[in-house]
Nanobody
């Protein structure tokens, strides 16, 4: 059974940093593309970043390029999102997603709230 559990969210002032974690279980983690999405109040869920495999390629939404970094630890079955220079517009629920390599089925975590406010 695929499980994704996000953690690390919270309240931070503008310009601050947070590191989100997504602990995975129940599947062959190293084979899956791992992604972060976010959903702000009243908006659709939007892509933030993904990483193909350890040391592999990464992709970022334009709005977070240069501020956010996605990494993964296949041994620990965890994907991280380091968020720096946070802005109020980064406020959202952040979700972790795993995409299966062949079926391309998507699995989601429950989300973690990030609030950027002074």
């Amino acid at each position: 059974q695929v499980q994704l559990v996000e953690s690390g969210g919270g309240l931070v002032q503008p310009g601050g940093s947070l590191r989100l974690s997504c602990a995975a279980s129940g599947f062959l983690f190293s084979s899956y593309v791992m992604s972060w999405y976010r959903q702000a109040p009243g908006k659709e869920r939007a892509f933030v970043a993904n990483i193909v495999n350890a040391g592999g390629s990464t992709n970022y939404a334009d709005s977070v390029k240069g501020r956010f970094t996605i990494t993964r630890d296949n041994a620990e079955k965890t994907v991280y999102l380091q968020m720096n220079s946070l802005k109020p517009e980064d406020t959202a629920v952040y979700y972790c997603k795993a995409r299966a390599p062949i079926s391309r089925n998507d699995y989601w975590g429950q989300g973690t709230q990030v609030t950027v406010s002074s």
